[in-house]
Every structure is written in C-alpha cells, then in structure tokens.
C-alpha cells in the first residue's frame, strides 16, 4: 500500500512564499516519477511540476521561474515564490510509475491560498 502525506500549504500574501512538501511511502517502483498537480475551484485538475527519479522536471508555464520542484528519494518539494491569488488552489502530489500497469497515486490535499 502506497501513501503520500504532504504538508505546507497555508494563506500566504502575494509576492510571499510557501514550501510544499510529500512524503511517499510503501512499495515504490524505484523508477517513478513525482509532482504536483492543482485544482482551483471550478477549474480542472492542471499539472504544476513533475521530477521524475532521474532528477528531470517539468514545469507549466505559469510557474516557470518561480516555483522550484526537487526530491530526495520518495519526498517531493514545491518551493513556491512570488505568489499570485491566481496561485490560489488545493494543491495534490502525485505518484506513478509503468510497470505492468500504471500506477497512480495522489495525496490529500493541501490549500494553499494567496491573498491579494
């Protein structure tokens, strides 16, 4: 059984910052990849970064350059600079890795809200 607990999430004024931390454990698939993903409400889900276990990310476009995505092993941060109300969101981390099947996984949740 897979877990992922994050923590971090808070109200923050803009211009701050916020540090998003999960922490995955269980049986993981040693290649895999990690990240986060948000959901305003009304909005869908959107991808925010990934890092797979290489060390490569991947950023939306709306972040890139100020948030930064890293790892150390099975726990993933999102450091998240220069907030924007847009930024607004729960903000989940996610888990998959292709083996067999794919397998994925996400935490619960963390609102993060950026007041203007």
């Known amino acids: 059984q897979v877990q992922l607990v994050e923590s971090g999430g808070g109200l923050v004024q803009a211009g701050g910052s916020l540090r998003l931390s999960c922490a995955a454990s269980g049986s993981i698939f040693s290649i895999n990849v990690m990240g986060w993903y948000r959901q305003a409400p009304g909005k869908q889900r959107e991808s925010v970064a990934t890092?797979?276990?290489?060390?490569r990310t991947n950023y939306a476009d709306s972040v890139k350059g100020r948030f930064g995505i890293s790892r150390d092993k099975n726990t993933v941060y999102l450091q998240m600079n220069s907030l924007k109300p847009e930024d607004t969101a729960v903000y989940y981390c996610?888990?998959?890795?292709?083996?067999?099947?794919?397998?994925?996984?996400w935490g619960q949740g963390t609102q993060v809200t950026v007041s203007s």
């Open positions: 996610n888990l998959q890795w292709v083996g067999l099947n794919t397998y994925t996984y």
């Open positions: 890092i797979t276990s290489g060390g």
